[in-house]
């Protein structure tokens, strides 16, 4: 085993293309923020931990390269569907790199290999260190500005299924040689939720769901001044389903069973079937709030 084994892996995901004065502007459409948001949301998903940010960037450690590079992926994938709104185009720039001993110059070569619009680049440690099904995604790339081996990933091809284990993702840290485990057949849905007309599934490809008054959110509640613009999210987190409250009234969680809890600014698991209030208490009508049904 090297010196690196169990070195977690640094993902630096940066938005350009856009001016410092269109940060603070009209916070529903804004294209900085919209797209941090889903950076963020996707951080969360994949259990990764910010180690810095600013008001255009992410640096988040994740455990693996697997972990790492699939992030990066799903980063991409959310931010290409949100539409451009200004003349300038507004990008996503990604950038994976081993964590260093020294963080200050791990960030800035994670910082440093950011430099594709709408791309990701990957030190070759990185992509040594993943599961070999991801390697169909890398190739070699030659940038002037960076002056060690690196591989371009392409994020748009599909992603092969022998790298994920059901939800979880199955890979070596980074300069630990053993061997990959055997993946198991993955589970498509987690988890469906109803609200009104409404319906969506927690999947594997779709591992978070937000709920709140902010268009962005997947289940939006227009004109409900007791939801909070970001209420909360429901995330498929190592094999739990996970509500995380981060509004100003709390979430109301009521089972199948009819036993209630509230959280504020807090997680609960989730499981069987129930009813989930937001910015409320459980009044007695089933007919009411967000339907939860788990797979």
Not at 10 to 37: C, F, H, M, Q, T
């Amino acid at each position: 085993m090297s010196d690196n084994a169990g070195q977690r892996v640094l993902v630096y995901a940066i938005v350009s293309g856009i001016g410092a004065d269109s940060v603070d502007k009209d916070e529903d459409n804004n294209p900085v923020k919209r797209r941090l948001n889903r950076v963020d949301r996707v951080i969360a998903a994949y259990q990764g931990e910010v180690v810095d940010r600013s008001p255009y960037s992410y640096c988040a450690a994740f455990r693996t390269a697997d972990t790492a590079v699939l992030a990066a992926c799903e980063m991409q994938h959310r931010c290409s569907s949100l539409p451009q709104q200004f003349k300038r185009h507004v990008s996503l720039r990604v950038g994976i790199h081993p964590e260093s001993d020294t963080p200050n110059a791990a960030n800035e070569n994670a910082e440093g290999l950011a430099v594709l619009d709408n791309g990701i680049v990957a030190s070759e440690n990185v992509i040594a260190a993943s599961n070999p099904e991801l390697h169909a995604l890398a190739s070699p790339l030659k940038a002037p500005s960076i002056d060690i081996p690196v591989f371009s990933v392409d994020w748009r091809l599909e992603i092969p299924m022998g790298v994920m284990n059901g939800d979880l993702i199955v890979s070596t840290p980074v300069g630990d040689g053993q061997k990959n485990p055997k993946p198991a057949k993955a589970k498509s849905v987690f988890l469906k939720l109803s609200y009104k007309e409404k319906k969506i599934e927690l999947t594997r490809d779709i591992p978070v769901v937000s709920l709140g008054r902010d268009p962005q959110n997947d289940l939006v509640f227009e004109n409900d001044f007791l939801v909070s613009r970001n209420h909360c999210r429901i995330e498929w987190r190592a094999g739990r389903l996970v509500l995380t409250d981060t509004s100003t009234n709390g979430t109301s969680v009521t089972d199948e069973h009819g036993k209630e809890v509230l959280i504020r600014k807090s997680s609960i698991d989730i499981s069987g079937k129930g009813l989930i209030l937001l910015g409320r208490t459980f009044p007695g009508d089933l007919g009411c709030g967000v339907h939860f049904e788990t797979c």
